[in-house]
């Protein structure tokens, strides 16, 4: 047998002419034994294949889990995986985001171990690493109880002690489809069917007596999998037809250390806390009916309050920049929404029509086509540009009843929204006064996370953008330009732009990490052109105008959901829906209450006066889970002194004060709106 040498090119550009059939983890202890038990799995490229442009990393998709044809670009290998062929060679280390999900995924062989061994009679569907975690799909006829769930995780911890190595077998396909069909595992059969080919060897990894049909890769053996837990159940239908038999899910999590996981699990747990949906209730912010509708929230009297305040905040605010505020209804014919490209591009997302005798009309889904009618409403002339229509427009989008959630997914919203009319050489200054406008919003409201997207279209898809290359070529210079001359570091997400241009997105994270789109701006060369808007240049032609769309503080839904999740529902004092609770200690107090009420009352505080006959500690405690910024108690001693006895939020007793200089404190937080008390 004739001993053949490969060449392994390694990260620092040094080469290792090995054995071939040597592997990953043979190198990586040839270098160091720390490097070696450091590595969890290992990244290869073939250095004669043809190199593909994407990096194999996720084991999301089905396809990439279960094919056995290897992509010729880079891809995750077991440390054991014997190289055959000249290649570039990487070990992939515990902070790879790469390694999280193959630790994940090998997890959920545990669990299916796990499963195996305690319910024998259980199917197996598949198990792939999620962003947050893996899922493993059970077919069982009995439903696993929160005890048998217990027990799962017992034997979970019980298979990573053994500390049984994953090992890669191959067998031919028909021997599988025949065994698997042979056990009933309809699944498995399914898998195999679908993402393999006749004739091919099919991959499976073995962990002690358990099996899975999987191409891998895994970390060497179930003793690293070191932090893991079983979080949560829910019924899927096998292959999401609800004709087909209903499977269960078993979430669970993992992570390269207990620590990670620990700090997982109180993000969840501060996301709880948190949860807009549950604090609406308990601050009586905003309450569903079913008899309104799903994805219809009805504002209380207090968030009410919240959404006021931020709809003034910002009506003043665009004022100083230079906006002026219209109304325009919330429907419009059919035609308008033709003509603008909604109806072609955005149509699945807008209400059915309604007919009327004579017209066709429909819930606007955005406020675009109204500002331009009334940017045409009058002849204009470049000494009017920048023209800035704003508007807080209410619009209507047919969301999906799956993913409607308290305020941040409805169905009908008011949008802080306003389109800029101007000059092409105005772009870049009205963008930079966007952006202005925007990082002074967000300090004012106390936002500090976020970061900025560019999204592009997905040129694949004909059917959601307007076709017309040379304009997203523009849109998509100008916005870079304007980015780079501002400095703002930005990532690039294709398939996110409107269907008319690419957009500048600004992301918010929540306490889980996800990010959601709040604020946009977009340059739109196409519906100027689509309505034939024009000015008058200094030159006495007529030009077009471009048109920026802009929202500042999105929509007054979304705002208010992610300000009661960032505040845990403690607001600030000038968003706070009541500023200051009153406690008079007995019914004595009942003209000085009215009197300190009537007092803040005028300087424009919100109050409100307990005069229930209950205890003084009881009404302190109301006040408190409210989450009311000052308490003020007083009984004879306050009210022969004209104070007050002061309670701030997260700070306890502060002691007396006079109530004037009580009001002059709170007037100046609310000017400056402070975020601290
Ligand atoms: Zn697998
Ligand atoms: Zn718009």
Not at 200 to 219: A, I, L, T, W
Not at 365 to 393: F, Q, T, W
Not at 399 to 422: K, P, Q, W, Y
Request: proline share 5%.
């Amino acid at each position: 047998m004739s001993q053949q040498t490969i060449s392994i090119q390694l990260p620092d550009g040094s080469v290792r002419e090995v054995a071939a059939g040597t592997t990953p983890l043979e190198i990586a202890n040839s270098i160091s034994p720390r490097l070696a038990a450091a590595s969890v799995v290992a990244r290869l490229t073939p250095l004669n294949g043809t190199p593909a442009a994407s990096a194999a990393s996720g084991l999301q998709s089905e396809a990439e889990m279960y094919s056995t044809q290897d992509a010729a670009g880079p891809r995750l290998v077991d440390l054991s995986t014997p190289l055959t062929t000249d290649a570039r060679l990487e070990l992939v280390k515990e902070n790879d985001p790469d390694a999280l999900k193959v630790v994940r995924h090998s997890a959920a062989h545990v669990m299916a171990t796990a499963v195996l061994e305690l319910f024998p009679e259980t199917k197996l569907g598949h198990g792939p690493a999620t962003d947050s975690g893996f899922f493993y799909d059970f077919y069982r006829e009995k439903p696993f109880t929160p005890e048998d769930l217990a027990e799962i995780q017992e034997r979970m911890f019980e298979i990573v002690e053994r500390d049984e190595p994953f090992v890669r077998e191959y067998e031919p396909r028909e021997k599988a489809l025949e065994k698997f069909d042979h056990d009933g595992d309809f699944m498995k059969t399914h898998f195999v069917t679908k993402f393999t080919q006749p004739g091919d060897e099919v991959s499976f990894y073995r962990n002690g007596k358990f099996v899975d049909f999987c191409r891998g890769p895994h970390v060497s053996s179930t003793g690293r999998v070191k932090a893991v837990k079983v979080m949560s159940i829910s019924g899927a239908y096998w292959l999401g037809n609800e004709k087909n038999p209903q499977l269960q899910r078993i979430y669970g999590t993992a992570f390269f250390s207990a620590k990670d996981l620990e700090d997982y699990l109180e993000r969840i747990e501060d996301a709880k806390r948190r949860d807009h949906r549950r604090l609406g209730k308990e601050l009586e912010l905003f309450t569903v009916s079913e008899e309104v509708g799903a994805g219809l929230p009805l504002w209380l009297p207090k968030g009410a309050t919240i959404r006021r305040l931020l709809e003034e905040y910002i009506l003043d605010l665009e004022r100083k920049f230079g906006y002026e505020h219209v109304y325009t209804p919330d429907l419009a014919k059919v035609d308008l929404y033709v003509r603008s490209g909604h109806w072609a591009h955005y149509h699945e997302d807008m209400f059915p029509t309604m007919d009327l005798e004579t017209e066709k009309m429909v819930l606007r889904p955005m406020n675009c086509p109204h500002h331009i009618l009334v940017y045409e409403a009058k002849p204009r002339s470049y000494r009017d540009l920048p023209i800035k229509i704003a508007e807080l427009g209410t619009m209507y989008r047919y969301e999906r009843s799956g993913v409607l959630s308290g305020l941040s997914r409805v169905r009908c919203m008011t949008l802080n929204d306003a389109h800029i009319f101007c000059s092409p050489d105005q772009i870049r200054e009205e963008f930079s006064n966007v952006m202005k406008l925007v990082e002074k919003a967000y300090r004012d409201l106390g936002i500090t996370k976020y970061s900025y997207r560019l999204s592009l279209r997905d040129k694949a898809n004909r059917e959601k953008y307007v076709d017309n290359d040379e304009m997203w070529t523009l849109g998509e210079r100008v916005l870079r330009e304007a980015l780079d001359s501002l400095g703002l570091p930005y990532r690039e997400a294709p398939g996110e732009a409107a269907f008319y241009g690419p957009k500048l997105d600004i992301q918010l994270a929540d306490v889980m990490g996800h990010e959601e789109t709040y604020s946009t701006i977009q340059v739109d060369f196409h519906l100027p052109s689509q309505f034939g808007l024009e000015y008058t240049a200094a030159d006495g032609m007529r030009h077009r105008p471009v048109m920026i769309h802009r929202a500042i503080i999105s929509t007054m839904e979304r705002m208010t959901s992610y300000l009661i999740e960032l505040y845990a529902g403690a607001f600030p004092l000038w968003l706070a829906p009541v500023q200051v609770g009153l406690v008079p200690i007995s019914e004595r107090h009942a003209a000085y209450a009215k009197k300190v009420e009537a007092t803040l009352k005028d300087a424009g505080l919100r109050v409100e006066s307990d005069q229930r006959n209950e205890k003084m500690n009881a009404k302190i405690r109301d006040f408190a889970n409210q989450k009311t910024p000052y308490i003020l108690v007083f009984g004879d001693k306050e009210e022969a002194a004209g104070s007050v006895s002061v309670r701030t939020r997260g700070k306890g007793d502060q002691g007396s004060m006079p109530l004037d200089a009580f009001l002059a404190k709170a007037k100046g937080l609310v000017a400056n709106k402070s975020l601290e008390l």
